[in-house]
């Protein structure tokens, strides 16, 4: 007998909102961004608009804010009909829903304040993350506990993927959140140098692959047959695809620290497994395709189905790319340069973007209960919305294959060509105009949809909750005969499938992860290499609050090119004191790591107040409040014990004396700079972070040869 229950369409519209809401917010910082790229002076000469401070909210706002809203509009929509079950629990659903867009306030909060970890696409600070793996785990509650209720035997393959985002992603957040807390919104991550890079970008690879694609590719599974009133192609193929996409994709993290001082082994371990990752991901993307086998004529006419096609085209040239990119040959040229940029964005915009609105569009008629406003809009969207793809990446490829080239070409001489960096930056502001026109195209799009939506919305009305009905599970039920051997065991036991699932993930994230807690005694250590003195450490710590990591790398690699241009490359034992490390993932202004000592405090201290008139051309803000803003020394003893916690060997009591010491170096460099008549009092934090840069790779004294 049939039992009668109600699908929960409200939290799905809920999510479906945040969804748009955000999505138009973070690409407007987006494009911002873009445009202060163009022209310095739209940082608005305020530190909480600034480029530093306010790129990462962008990334989180499209990352977590726009996709993860998506994500969730896809699951609770999907999942309920999968296993013709309402959510397990309604309070959960919404706990889950304010408690993430809390979160999401935050990020927009703290980020232009400087709150700031540093580690790429997990910036937040110790208390929001706690936040984060706490409504996660509502998430996780609420997913497992209407998987255990369902009244469908089988798990389709789309919560296969749902099951693995949320493993991983825990797994991924919690080891890359280790910090020790100095104050509400402070903390040092316990990793350092080499160590801390292998975990950041182990994480940072694995929240593309567990947040921006495994979640996905499950709604793809799930929307793409019903948009196109097909079955899947190959339940075989999907197997293949998942075991093989999350057993190997954990493994890719460390193509992003080639030739860094980043170990050989882990080096070749993420070149290997990143050049594998071809075949599953390939097979994702053919087996959605195939899926519209005979129903090409409804492409042509379907605004939503065209979204799905571009989305699964850009997917398969990104996960092509991606690969492509970890060979070192390739590697030496694009790392550090817009190439990179242009790559995740074609995965970004044409993926999850198209994916999202290609579902959007379908979603919410079905759950107003009736038909879309505007097909001519939805079409102009997608159209507008394709162009805006290729004039942003084009031109971005382009200024990568600049960057690159031009940066290790040579004369006849046997000397750089260009040894100037803005030399190579002046040639690119032209695609950095193509590329902002670009995004704006793209939010236009956005912008459409929303008006279509909106319109869509008001011509039905909300079914809240959605009758259904359906055979209850049978009770205590066990897979007999052939079941046992075959996958569709797997289907049927949920907590088991979540267990192999996380076996899968860290098998080799326990291979790559484990060593990076012993690494620190494999490294050799160089003597002359001493902790930060506390001024020098205030001013890292201004350095991470004003976001310089995210234009600057402090990584020499060993390329003549580049040892020519910055000095000798890095050493793994450089980097042993730093809480965390800032060899950053892009040069938008040159490398820093053997800056201290190329230039007087006066020519910094200029340079920070107004970049243009010592670097022509340089598209680098002014940071005048620096030299107005008095520096915060209570909180140096909190630093310097947090420090010696994690071992660095700061002597007994010398927190005590610190601020002493602070006050003593601060004086030196304020007299400095008095004597070539710049006027500066010794407290502000100008002085911090004049005396960071001072000290960027000093410690490593090469003798000329």
Known sequence: MTEKFYYDNKIVRNFAIATIVWGIIGMTVGLLIAMQLIKPALNMGSQYTSFGRIRPLHTNAVIFAFVGNAIFMGVYYSLQRLLKARMFSDVLSKIHFWGWQLIIVSAV?????????????AELEW???????????????????????????????????????????????????????ISAFKSYYIYSGVQDALVQWWYGHNAVAFFLTTPYLGMMYYFLPKMANRPVYSYKLSILHFWSLIFIYIWAGPHHLLY????????????????????????????GLLTLRGAWDKVREDATLKFMVVGLTAYGMATF?????????????????????????????????FLTFGILYWLIPRIYRTELYSKKLASFH??????????????????????????????????????????????????????????????????VMTYNLIRTVKLGKLVANEPAEAMPLPANYEPVGSDRKAHRFLERK?????????????????????????IQSNIPTISSVKPYSALELQGRDLYIKEGCVNCHSQMIRPFRSET??????????????????????????????????????????NHLLDPQTMSPGSIMPAYEWLITQELDTTTTRAKINAMRTLGVPYEPGYENQANADLDKQAKAIADDLKQNKVQVKSDREIIAIIAYLQRLGTDIKVKAQ
């Open 109 to 121: 909060i703290t980020l232009p304040l400087g709150l700031s970890s540093s580690h790429e696409y």
């Open 127 to 181: 208390p929001i993350d706690i936040a984060i793996t706490l409504i996660w785990v509502v998430f996780g509650i609420n997913m497992f506990g209407t998987i255990i209720k369902r009244r469908e035997q089988h798990m389709y393959v789309a919560i296969w993927f749902y099951i693995a985002t949320f493993v991983t992603v825990a797994v991924l957040h919690i080891v890359n959140s280790f910090q020790l807390p």
């Open 260 to 287: 860094t001082s980043l170990p050989s082994w882990a080096q070749s371990l993420g070149v290997v497994f990143s050049i594998m990752l071809i075949a599953p991901s390939w097979g994702g993307m053919i087996n």
């Open 321 to 353: 790319e991606g690969p492509m990119l970890a060979l070192k040959q390739i590697n030496a040229i694009a790392h550090y340069t817009d190439w990179i940029v242009a790559h995740v964005h074609v995965g970004a915009l044409g993926w999850n973007g």
């Open 382 to 447: 997608f159209w507008i919305g394709t162009l805006g793809i290729i004039f942003y990446a084009v031109p971005l490829y382009f200024a990568g294959f600049t960057q690159g080239l031009m940066w290790k070409q040579f004369g006849e001489d046997g000397m750089l060509k260009y040894p100037n960096f803005l030399e190579t930056l002046i040639q690119i502001i032209p695609m950095y105009v193509l590329r902002a026109i670009g995004g704006a195209m793209y939010l236009t799009g956005v912008i």
């Open 494 to 518: 949920p907590m088991i499938f979540l267990v192999l699932s996380l076996v899968v993930i860290l098998i080799g994230g326990m291979i790559e992860m484990m060593p990076t807690f012993t």
């Open 564 to 605: 020519e241009r910055y000095g000798e490359y890095s050493k793994a034992g450089e980097f042993v004191y730093d809480h965390p490390h800032l060899w950053g993932s892009k040069r938008t202004g040159p490398d820093l790591a053997r800056e201290g000592g190329k230039y007087s405090n006066a020519w910094h201290f």
